[in-house]
């Protein structure tokens, strides 16, 4: 009878220990769990540390070996890399990475704008007129009358067409400058830009036709490709039935030198509507003649 009771109470007291067992187990088996995912953790952040400490001494390393180079050879090869043109009129604003670099632009434009005047037998160190010019000369193209080239383009809130307007809309004349990519002499002339918007067409703000002319002019250009670019731009932004692009302008390259004549040149862009409706081509012609 003793040894009965003694094997029940073993029975009992080994039931009673199984679940505590399993609780250990399984204890130790979370702990295990938690110790595994604790280490991929730090795999991972070490993964990526050690990347980003690579890709900050690439940078580096990039940075040194573009701080011995002129800044316009950076700026070209950045361009080349990206299988992108550069022309006269391209706007390489994005390869450009900081005011910083602008600056160094700016100041190897002004040493060679110093070199163009030795070259002329410019004398700049004691001509008054002239000690200040290569670095005037810089900030001129590179800031004002090229700023179309490295500037982003400025910015143009977009509008839903609400009252689904579909009426001709003329705007101008816009003062125009710009330069002459043969011999970098002044264009000085007017635009007129026709719109026929849609229900689904975007518009803008009258400014902004007047900034985004201003950008594409302000590059070293020739005319014909002058409306042209600001078409593309214009009917990107606003997605027109119809748009129409004139500019009438003086051509110093012509006025200046050459034949000296005072001869103006005047260009047109018609798409969608313009092109197809005769009528509607007309009205926009009369009204921007009078």
């Not at 070293?220 to 009917?235: C, G, H, S």
Request: hydrophobic share 40%; net charge negative; glycine share 6%.
């Amino acid at each position: 009878m003793k040894s009965k009771v003694t094997a029940l109470t073993k029975t009992s007291r080994d039931r009673a220990e199984a679940p505590a067992a399993e609780v250990r187990d399984g204890s130790a088996g979370a702990e295990a769990g938690e110790a595994a995912a604790a280490e991929a953790m730090d795999a991972t952040a070490a993964t990526a540390a050690t990347e980003a400490t690579e890709a900050t001494q690439a940078t580096q390393a990039t940075q040194a070996t573009e701080e011995g180079l002129p800044m316009s050879q950076v700026i070209r090869e950045r361009i080349q890399s990206a299988g992108r043109r550069f022309h006269a009129n391209d706007n390489i604003s994005e390869f450009i990475h900081s005011d910083e670099e602008r600056g160094r632009l700016r100041r190897e434009v002004e040493s060679c704008v110093e070199a163009m005047l030795r070259s002329l037998v410019i004398d700049t160190s004691s001509d008054h007129n002239t000690q200040d010019t290569a670095r005037r000369v810089a900030k001129m193209y590179l800031d004002e009358v090229f700023s179309g080239r490295y500037d982003p383009a400025p910015a143009t809130t977009e509008f839903p067409n609400i009252e689904k307007l579909n009426e001709l809309m003329v705007v101008g004349p816009i003062a125009t400058r710009s330069a002459c990519s043969h011999h970098l002499c002044p264009i000085m002339g007017k635009t007129w830009i026709g719109v026929l918007p849609n229900a689904d067409s975007n518009l803008i703000g009258l400014s902004k036709f007047v900034r985004l002319t201003d950008w594409i002019m302000s590059r070293p250009q020739i005319q014909e490709e002058a409306v042209k670019t600001l078409a593309d731009e214009l009917e990107r932004k606003i997605a027109p039935d119809g748009l129409a692009v004139v500019m009438k302008a003086d051509h110093f390259c012509m006025h200046w030198r050459g034949v000296k004549d005072k001869s103006k040149m005047i260009s047109s862009v018609m798409r969608g509507s313009f092109l197809r409706d005769p009528s509607l081509r007309r009205e926009f012609l009369g009204l921007i003649g009078r």
